[in-house]
């Protein structure tokens, strides 16, 4: 397996981008006075453990390491750009990411199911296509959602980082110069991203809830929030195992709307965007081979 192919990703932040590494991780953020201010620090045991190999389990566990990780270079962004000195960490993180959850799984997965069932039962729909229809109102709630918030401004410049990351990583993925000038050519789609770790999930609830068939109302909310954590897993084999054979064309066919949506969530960086993306990219991999 190709080792650039596995090791390496990242995530937007406040006038920033945080570069994951195997053993390592960066995050370099634009300061208000132009400089870049950089934070390295060593990732979790989690991700050399044997969990981290199990198919299916290792998606799940990474995924909310991942985020949990992602919540504390955003906290360090705002802080840089505020000068305050919060810090995110220990239960109060996982506060803060289990009632994210909680409000995601509500938006994205109970309303939709209640809107399905409200089509069965006084529309008189058949199970199937009333499944259907919630998959349906799910996946337009994703786009809906990404494209509505990248309206704003500020969001709209974290996007633009998050496309220097997926620039920064095509570059060196393509053996290329790591300067400014040569990433800003590379594409600001990339495979394993995050948005299309959304899409896939997504997709993957439409298919799997629709054959479910026909399910009392609370048994149809329960195996909505039950049925998550598994699809996750599944959807991130997806994306590992599509990543790994982009030299195949099928594969190539089947990630384009994965790609896609990708053009919601990623803007064209600067220059100064890309320097900042460079930046963390060279410093973790600078930390990965000092270890």
């Avoid at 949990?68 to 993180?93: C, F, H, I, V, Y």
């Avoid at 598994?230 to 195949?248: F, K, M, P, Q, S």
């Avoid at 100064?272 to 060279?282: G, P, W």
Wanted: proline fraction near 4%.
């Amino acid at each position: 397996m190709d080792d650039k192919l596995v090791s390496y990703g990242g995530q937007a932040v406040i006038e920033g981008v945080m570069m994951r590494g195997r053993k390592t991780y960066a995050v370099a953020m634009r300061a208000p006075d132009g400089n870049i201010a950089i934070k390295v620090e060593k990732l979790g045991g989690i991700y050399k453990s044997g969990l981290a190999k199990i198919p299916v389990l290792r998606g799940l566990i990474l995924l909310w390491d991942s985020l949990g990780l992602g919540m504390r270079a955003l906290t360090d962004s705002a802080n840089l750009q505020t000068g305050g000195d919060e810090k995110l960490e220990g239960p109060m993180l996982y506060l803060i990411l289990g009632l994210t959850f909680l409000v995601a799984i509500g938006i994205f997965f109970l309303v939709p199911a209640g809107v399905g069932w409200l089509s069965e039962h006084f529309l008189q729909w058949n199970a199937w296509w009333s499944n259907f229809l919630e998959g349906v109102i799910r996946l337009l709630l994703l786009i809906g959602y990404l494209w509505g918030i990248g309206l704003a401004p500020d969001i709209a410049r974290v996007f633009a980082y998050h496309g220097a990351e997926h620039k920064t990583i095509n570059a060196y993925e393509a053996g290329a110069d790591m300067t400014p000038a040569a990433v800003a050519k590379y594409s600001v789609e990339h495979p394993r991203c995050g948005t299309a770790f959304l899409l896939t999930l997504i997709v993957l609830s439409l298919f799997f809830f629709t054959i479910l068939g026909p399910l009392p109302f609370v048994w149809r909310l329960i195996s909505r929030v039950v049925m998550i954590p598994i699809l996750a897993g599944i959807a991130y084999e997806y994306l590992r195992w599509t990543a790994n054979h982009l030299n195949i064309s099928f594969v190539r066919l089947i990630i384009t709307p994965n790609l896609a949506l990708q053009h919601l969530t990623t803007r064209e960086p600067d220059e100064k965007m890309l320097e900042v993306a460079i930046s963390a990219f060279q410093t973790m991999r600078k930390a990965e081979q000092e270890i």
